[in-house]
């Protein structure tokens, strides 16, 4: 079993930045991918970025250019930059990986208002 805990959320003013952390506690070898997904309020879950084993990573149009994943060097941790936050960014932002099985951690708000 696989358990994943993120970190980061909070409220923040529009313009501004917060970065997401999510650790998993998973060897780095069974690690398929890890990414980073949103739900607004009485919206569907949608992707935000992923990176693979091998570092590929993949960006809704919505975040390209304000958003950066990342992971550290044992690869069992993701984050997530976010700049430029936008009001429409506010959601609950779940931490995901994909191994034999697909995971998912216990969700951080993320509020962007004035």
């Known amino acids: 079993q696989v358990h994943l805990v993120e970190s980061g959320g909070g409220l923040v003013q529009p313009g501004g930045s917060l970065r997401l952390s999510c650790a998993a506690s998973?060897?780095?070898?069974?690690?398929?991918?890890m990414g980073w997904f949103r739900q607004a309020p009485g919206k569907q879950r949608e992707l935000v970025a992923t990176?693979?084993?091998?570092?590929?990573?993949n960006y809704a149009d919505s975040v390209k250019g304000r958003f950066t994943i990342s992971r550290d060097n044992a690869k069992t941790t993701v984050y997530l930059q976010m700049n430029s936050l936008k009001p429409e960014d506010t959601a609950v932002y779940y931490c995901g990986l994909t191994s034999v099985g697909e995971y998912w951690g216990q969700g951080t708000q993320v509020t962007v208002a004035s």
């Open positions: 990176i693979s084993r091998f570092g590929t990573t």
């Open positions: 998973a060897t780095r070898s069974s690690i398929n991918s």
